[in-house]
């Protein structure tokens, strides 16, 4: 028998409801029976500090640091929020493997020669559902929403769009036909800040043990929208600017939020660059008629742009797909074939660069210290 930080005593982690209602699963369990440390504790990373992590074992919470070698980067995986641990004396030891996770290039690491990431930022982890949360005024642009599902496909994720604000517009329902256009067999939801039936169409998504994130640019109403299905105010929240209608960033962390319907919420900062890092089956999935279309043109290397017998060019021609659409995904296309391009580049050139950064900066010391 095991007696974790709080005195709670277990026997038996596979029969735990309090773990099983923060989303522990078979495949925690497995990684748990490998191990054979008594006094390890798993535990949900529920929000990320500078230096500590909120974690929760579905009964308590509780402060921990991690151990010197994950902090350090040398063994194992740096923990983010919604990521299974395990924890011996309030010390995070071992980040079990993830079944999924959502990351993105993380923002303000674009090179200036090539303008692509070269880092990636994992927002969170272990999720079922990723909400993409479009506010109904300025920040709805149906652009954005095919690079959101891009990200999300590409990350082996399931999407839902919630469009929120809808009681800012007589007609929010023509919106809802917009997004399906574009994003085929995805669920849309409308919100409003009049009636809760939109609320109570994301039920399912919230049952106990499943995990959501949310992702949207900041102002699109991810943090009031959590409030409302709260039941009571957890996240801050701030009017969009009158003066460009641009949001405020009023989330600054990445927190875990249990909700009343038994499941979790990860609310997120707002993202004004959605940048990528996994380079999966992300457009074929978001853009699949243009795909379909694309099998069937007469070169199999055909760019869509000029060649005789394109499939896709006839379809816009005939306009059964929109020129702003095939455009988005020609974007996407080529950025997403770069970035693969450079993450598959050899080990000795990636070896080379390196160098070449340091030789650079040496360079840059040295002239400094001859003005000196």
């Known amino acids: 028998m095991i007696t974790n930080p709080h005195g709670d005593k277990i026997n038996n982690y596979n029969s735990n409801p309090h773990l099983f209602k923060m989303g522990w699963s078979q495949h925690f369990q497995a990684q748990l029976e490998t191990v054979g440390q008594d006094g390890w504790i798993p535990a949900r990373v529920a929000g990320v500090g500078k230096n500590t992590f909120q974690v929760s074992n579905g009964k308590s919470e509780w402060l921990a640091t991690v151990a010197g070698r994950i902090g350090h980067g040398v063994d194992g995986t740096f923990p983010v929020t919604g990521d299974w641990v395990l924890v011996t004396d309030s010390m995070i030891v071992k980040v079990l493997a993830r079944q999924n996770a959502l990351s993105r290039g993380a923002a303000g690491t674009r090179s200036r020669q090539d303008a692509q990431p070269r880092k990636e930022q994992i927002i969170a982890a272990n999720l079922d559902t990723v909400f993409i949360v479009c506010g109904l005024d300025r920040d709805f642009n149906l652009r954005r929403i095919e690079r959101y599902l891009t990200l999300v496909y590409n990350c082996g994720l399931n999407p839902v769009i919630i469009l929120t604000k809808a009681d800012l517009h007589r007609n929010p329902d023509a919106f809802v036909g917009d997004v399906e256009s574009v994003a085929f067999g995805v669920p849309v939801h409308l919100v409003s800040a009049l009636d809760d039936a939109g609320l109570t169409a994301l039920a399912p998504y919230l049952a106990p043990g499943q995990t959501a994130t949310m992702v949207g640019s900041s102002g699109a109403g991810k943090s009031t929208?959590?409030?409302?299905?709260?039941?009571?105010?957890?996240?801050?929240?701030?009017?969009?600017?009158?003066?460009?209608?641009?949001?405020?960033?009023?989330?600054?962390?990445?927190?875990?939020?249990?909700?009343?319907?038994?499941?979790?919420?990860?609310?997120?900062?707002?993202?004004?660059?959605i940048a990528f890092w996994d380079t999966g089956e992300g457009v074929g999935n978001a853009f699949p008629e243009i795909e379909e279309l694309a099998g069937a043109c007469r070169f199999s290397d055909c760019s869509h742009t000029h060649e005789p017998g394109c499939r896709v060019l006839q379809a816009v021609a005939e306009g059964r797909v929109s020129p702003g659409r095939l455009e988005s995904y020609q974007k996407l296309k080529r950025e997403l074939a770069y970035l693969s391009d450079r993450q598959s580049k050899s080990a000795d050139r990636v070896e080379k660069e390196r160098w070449k950064d340091v030789a650079v900066k040496i360079k840059a010391m040295n002239k400094e210290r001859r003005k000196r």
Not at 226 to 233: A, E, P, Q, S
């Open 225 to 273: 929208l959590v409030n409302r299905l709260c039941g009571r105010d957890v996240q801050a929240t701030a009017s969009v600017s009158a003066h460009g209608g641009k949001g405020r960033h009023t989330t600054t962390t990445r927190d875990l939020i249990v909700m009343p319907q038994g499941g979790m919420v990860i609310d997120n900062p707002g993202i004004r660059e």
